[in-house]
């Protein structure tokens, strides 16, 4: 009788010798997808990929689909990394997919590419939907790392130009897997509060991969969904974002979002004496020709009585002059104080400022601590100067 074996037993069989060739442990496959099923319940994905002539089943763990950073679709051309084995259940030849990149450009363009035309479609482009940058804001909310350059360009150019600003610092990450959820759970807290004039978000330059989490999907329905003006300020002037693109005014540095946010008090000082020189020449004008009117009458009609009243009508014009003159001259210089006095005051309240007198902040996870209560020894705390930050471990804890 010849030898007899299970069903079981040849499927296993027959794995094991797929499984223990090494030209199918690591193995590079292109093709188009097609079939394509996510089960939202376990994170798997299900697929077919194929050529002109032939196609096989393949599966992707939750595990690896999570690393994929587009939208895969049917039709899409793509290249798989993984490996051939066996489904013993049903004997199906299947590939497992750990790696997949799709063909023809890279996975952060795709990912771009998709995102883009996606949000377009639904309007979140839209320029009838921009909103314009108030003339003179009061509070202004800065989102951004606290350790970037973008953040210092930010605060000279608004100090410099605008002093009389308040700067609201939100600090977030700005790269990485956990920024974009960073920067939409910010932006919840910022939308939260009722005097903010305008929104910066953005930072400096970097690679690709550095600036991708503004790209996210998330995040650019989160600053569509702003009720301040917003403006984006990703890398360099070549970069271009998905938050740029939706926000209401795109900077080409985090510099220019700063320039763009608020007017120059010198040009506006230099706006100011431009009309009152326009002011005072259009009285000049108005008193001459008035003047060289009376003369004219005078010529004509008769002698002194005229003359006389001529001469009273140069004195109350001469008085009016003064007058606007004058209340001219006062009303600048009430403004001009007004506005010294203000821009005074906001600047000895800058924190920077607080802190340039010896003054330091605490935090905690990202937390400012006010009290020790908060606090415990073995925790880990940074301390905040003017000019850097000091990472400190408590040893003891004294309490009044």
Known sequence: ???????????????????????????????????FKNHFSSGHWYFTLKDQNASIRCVMFRSSASRVRFQVEDGLAVVIKGRVSIYEKDGQYQFYAEEMHPIGEGDLALQFKQVK????????????????????????????????????????ITNTRYPACEIVMCSVLVQGDMAASDMIKTLDRVYALNDIDVIIIG???????????????????????????????????????????VADI??????????????????????????????????????????????????????TNVSRVVQNKQID??????????????????NANSASGLA?????????????????????????ITNTDKLNVGDNITVEFYDGNIDCTITDKKCK
């Open 1 to 35: 009788m010849l030898n007899t074996i299970t069903v079981s037993q040849l499927n296993t069989y027959v794995k094991s010798l797929v499984e223990n060739d090494p030209r199918l442990t690591f193995v590079n496959v292109s093709g188009e997808i097609s079939n």
């Open 117 to 156: 035309e996606k949000l377009e479609k639904e309007g979140l482009f839209d320029v009838t939907s921009k909103r314009p940058l108030p003339r003179f804001p009061k509070k202004i909310a800065v989102i951004t790392s606290d350790t970037g350059a973008a953040v210092r360009d930010i605060l000279n």
């Open 203 to 245: 930072r400096g330059g970097g690679s690709a991969e550095d600036l991708h989490c503004f790209n996210d999907e998330a995040l650019a329905r989160k600053i569509y969904e702003s009720p301040f003006p917003v403006i984006s300020a990703v890398g360099h002037e070549t970069d271009f974002s998905i938050s740029d693109f």
């Open 250 to 303: 795109r900077a080409s540095t985090p510099s220019h979002a700063a320039e763009l946010a608020v007017p120059d008090m010198r040009e506006l000082k230099n706006h100011i004496d431009s009309i009152t020189n326009l002011l005072k020449s259009k009285i000049t004008y108005k008193y001459d020709f008035y003047y060289n009117k009376l003369n004219s009458l005078d010529s004509k009609v008769s002698p």
């Open 317 to 334: 014009v001469d008085r009016i002059f003064d007058k606007m003159e004058n209340r001219i001259k006062f009303i600048l210089q009430k």
């Open 344 to 368: 005074s005051r906001i600047d000895a309240l800058s924190p920077l400022k607080v802190m340039a007198r010896g003054f330091s902040a605490v935090s905690k996870d990202n937390k400012y």
